[in-house]
């Protein structure tokens, strides 16, 4: 072939360039990412009362609240708090699914929405310092807002190194730490229960 000819694949290794893709996905390791950011969020809203170990991650807790009172009479309230994690871990595999490619460089997209999801857990933190103080007690609270900044610095750091030397493991690790944190504690009921 001619340097200047253009490469046009014939249908066989259209097929084979195919199967190749899909000997890429990593399809088990995208279930355990899922089932982790179900399991952080199932945990979110596990207790009676926000306490540091569920703290009643508003995402999630928005959802349960919502699905307790569409199957208040129809559910059990622990199949609501099931269903309430489905669709945050739905959103991971959608935000993952260019990652099914196994791709090594984190996603320009996921590295401009940390920050922003950062930023406004910390000024959501902040804002509910006093009525978590009040409501959930000072140890409580503290914990709560240790474990966010400890995700929050962990996440960094992962986005960092990721974007200096690029590696599956790294993408997949900031991507599944990202959901769960959302999932469990990002945005924690600091506050009065309704």
């Known amino acids: 072939m001619r340097p200047n000819q253009s490469f046009k694949p014939t ?8 199967v190749m893709q899909l000997k890429n996905y990593s399809s088990p390791q ?3 990412g899922a089932v982790c950011v179900w399991l952080a969020g199932y945990l979110s809203i596990q207790g009676s009362v926000p306490t540091a170990l569920s703290p009643f991650s508003v995402p999630t807790i ?14 059990p309230p622990s199949a609501s ?6 669709p945050l871990t739905l959103v991971f595999l959608f935000w993952s699914f260019p ?6 460089a984190l996603p320009k997209r996921s590295i401009v929405l940390f920050p922003v999801l950062a ?10 310092w ?5 409501y959930q007690g000072f140890a409580t609270t503290l914990i709560i807002f240790s474990l966010n900044v400890a995700v929050i610095l962990a996440l960094a750091t992962l986005a960092l190194v990721g ?9 997949f690790s900031f991507h599944v730490l990202m959901f769960c944190w959302l999932a469990w504690c990002a945005f924690p009921w600091l506050g009065e229960m309704p």
């Open 11 to 18: 249908p066989t290794a259209r097929l084979n360039s195919g």
């Open 81 to 86: 708090h099931f269903l309430a994690s489905l």
């Open 62 to 75: 928005f959802l349960a609240l919502l699905a307790l009172g569409l199957t208040e009479s129809m559910l």
């Open 130 to 134: 006093p009525y978590g103080i009040k």
């Open 99 to 104: 990652r099914f490619r196994i791709q090594e």
């Open 163 to 171: 974007r200096r030397k690029p590696r599956k493991s790294l993408n």
């Open 30 to 32: 995208i279930l355990l």
């Open 119 to 128: 930023a406004f857990s910390l000024v959501f933190l902040f804002s509910s």
